[in-house]
């Protein structure tokens, strides 16, 4: 029994000592996950509204971003540092111009509204 529990224990810990290289930067992947969730959040909401998005360039940059995020998990997975860092800068260039994209895209137009002001 003590050995079955042993084996996973040392399989997880070969895992963690082959990708030492790269282990600490697990927060970059956490960090661009929850910005790939929030951009595909985004654009589901501006297609739900009909807003005018270039739907085909949208549609590019996600593709592109989830090619590149593939590769980033190979070269973590792979411990490569290079290819890594290559394949994050590559996945957060690719989320800075999808932003700029649904950044053009004007949701609300704000109202000349004055507001009174009160006095307590």
Known sequence: MKTLLLIPILLLAGCIASNQPLY??????????????SI???LSF???????????????HKDLISVFYTAFEVAFADGNAEKFQLMLNRV??????????MDEVNLIKPMDLEVPEVSL
């Open 46 to 60: 501006l297609t739900m509204l009909g807003v005018d998005l270039d739907l085909v360039s949208a549609r590019r």
């Open 24 to 37: 600490d930067r697990q927060p970059e992947i956490v960090k661009v996950d929850a910005q790939i969730k």
């Open 92 to 101: 957060n260039a690719q989320i800075d111009a999808l932003n700029r994209l």
């Open 40 to 42: 595909n959040q985004q």
